[in-house]
């Protein structure tokens, strides 16, 4: 029996208010399924029966690319999303059916296990300089060797006026040095500004931020502006790290030959799934360039991440949404299990992982 494509489940679940987990569920005739994620863009389930319509009944993943590709790339982030979803949904049926984990499928794996970094933002509700430090202090307690906050984040706009400017990026600064107070010399501490500022306040901001020796300075300017991403990197100290939210290769080229940013950060949610990383990491390679992936997103993301971690050679960590629910690791099997702030690569076929609901 030739194994096809039958059917498409969309299971949404709220986590809080500022987030829900999106998960897909490809069916087959032959008993296998497969998992996606589309946790990014909002994607309602309409676009992703629009682009579950261009399978047919086919399994190919490369056929599907084909198809998708060009509507995803004009389509915005709920299309991204939703492309890629379905395509990380077809690796996992392929490995399901080869009996191989898709990172073998991909040219085997170059490590063990993958670092991660402990994003803190989410599970942060109280969110003074206090609040931040206690949520970056419980994660090094976990294991963590890498925390990362965006205590930026709501910043003003342009035209709020000098004052609430100020007062919003003291307090932000203020965060991270609290940050910094409370992990200690040893951990690395990253921020995220989520674009919020133009050029002359993100070196402004970089100057103030010297003391707290961060890691990377992620997206200070809207990541668009190439050429002005380009010129921070040669302007402040701190390495830079950014695109999140680009779509395939095609849309990572003017980052990655500029050299505008020191790591990439490709979401497996939004850049076209599993092949379209695994591209963007290689092309990156080339030009010198690290990778980190991008993984505000729940546990199959997760997983799927790792698979692709797992086969590119230069990736340095994994971004993990850490502690905004204590259930998550129960809606996987295994359930996701992070040992000293590394997670192990699995060696189960397709992406090692089935969901619990």
């Not at 020796?213 to 990197?233: H, I, K, N, Q, S």
């Not at 020191?262 to 850049?271: G, K, S």
């Not at 990778?291 to 797992?310: E, F, K, Q, Y």
């Amino acid at each position: 029996m030739k194994p096809r494509v039958t059917g498409m489940e969309v299971l949404p679940i709220t986590v809080s208010e500022r987030t829900t987990w999106r998960f897909v569920r490809l069916t087959t005739n032959v008993g296998v399924s497969g998992l996606g994620e589309a946790s990014a863009g909002d994607p309602e389930v309409s676009d992703l029966e629009s682009f579950y319509g261009l399978l047919g009944d086919s399994l190919s993943i490369q056929a599907y690319r084909r198809a998708g590709l060009p509507r995803a790339a004009a389509g915005g982030v709920r299309s991204a999303s939703a492309f890629s979803a379905i395509e990380q949904a077809l690796w996992d049926i392929r490995g399901k059916l080869l009996g191989a984990p898709v990172h073998e499928l991909l040219g085997g794996r170059v490590r063990d296990a993958v670092p991660l970094y402990a994003n803190v933002n989410r599970m942060t509700r109280h969110r003074v300089p206090e609040g931040f430090a206690e949520s970056a202090a419980l994660a090094c307690d976990a294991g963590f060797q890498a925390v990362k906050a965006a205590p930026f984040d709501g910043f003003p706009p342009p035209d709020a006026g000098r004052d609430a400017i100020e007062i919003a990026t003291t307090a932000g600064i203020d965060a991270m040095l609290a940050i910094r107070a409370a992990v200690g010399g040893e951990t690395a501490v990253k921020v995220d500004c989520h674009s919020a500022f133009d050029f002359s306040r993100a070196v402004s901001v970089a100057e103030r931020l010297r003391p707290v020796e961060l890691d990377w300075y992620e997206e200070p300017l809207p990541v668009d502006d190439v050429e002005g991403m380009r010129e921070l990197r040669g302007t402040v100290d701190q390495r830079l790290a950014g695109g999140e939210r680009r779509f395939a290769l095609d849309g990572f080229l003017p980052l990655i030959t500029t050299r505008a940013v020191d790591v990439l950060m490709p979401d497996i949610t939004l850049c076209g799934g599993v092949l379209e990383m695994l591209h963007i990491a290689r092309a990156a390679e080339t030009h010198g360039i690290t990778i980190s992936p991008h993984n505000a997103r729940g546990p199959v993301a997760t997983a799927v991440a790792l698979s692709v971690c797992a086969a590119a050679a230069n990736v340095e960590s994994l971004e993990l949404q850490w502690g905004e629910v204590d259930w998550r690791s129960t809606l996987i099997e295994p359930p996701e299990q992070v040992d000293g702030g590394m997670l192990a690569v699995h060696d189960g076929p397709g992406f090692g992982i089935e969901l619990r609901i």
